[in-house]
């Protein structure tokens, strides 16, 4: 059975960082895997993908609004995926989800995936 355990979100300033992880039991993360974020009264948006190319390599894409402040990776011999965001805005409060494709498609898009946590709130004040 495939689960997705999201954890490190928190309440910070604007600018600070926080690290969130996904830990991952069920499947090894040699699958697209993603970062998606829901705000209160808003649809779920995707924030960053990163998928398996070869061996080692992978492809990451980010959603436009990230510029530069969110990065996606992980650690397979602990089987986590994390996503690194710095210089918080007020704007980046809502609840973040990891998520895991069953197929090849690895789009910025909900919809290519197929297995999703419970989420992490993430709070960041002015």
């Known amino acids: 059975q495939v689960q997705l355990v999201e954890s490190g979100g928190g309440s910070v300033q604007a600018g600070g960082s926080l690290r969130l992880s996904c830990a991952a039991s069920g499947f090894t993360y040699r699958r697209c895997v993603g970062w998606f974020r829901q705000a209160p009264r808003k649809e779920r948006e995707a924030v960053a993908t990163?998928?398996?190319?070869?061996?080692?390599?992978?492809?990451?894409d980010y959603a436009d609004f990230v510029q530069g402040r969110f990065t996606i990776s992980k650690d397979a011999s602990k089987n986590i995926v994390y996503l690194q965001i710095d210089s918080l805005k007020p704007e980046d409060s809502a609840t973040y989800y990891c998520a895991a494709a069953q197929g090849i498609a690895c789009r910025l898009d909900s919809a290519d995936f197929d297995y999703w946590g419970q989420g992490t709130q993430v709070t960041v004040s002015s």
């Open positions: 990163m998928r398996p190319l070869g061996s080692a390599a992978y492809r990451y």
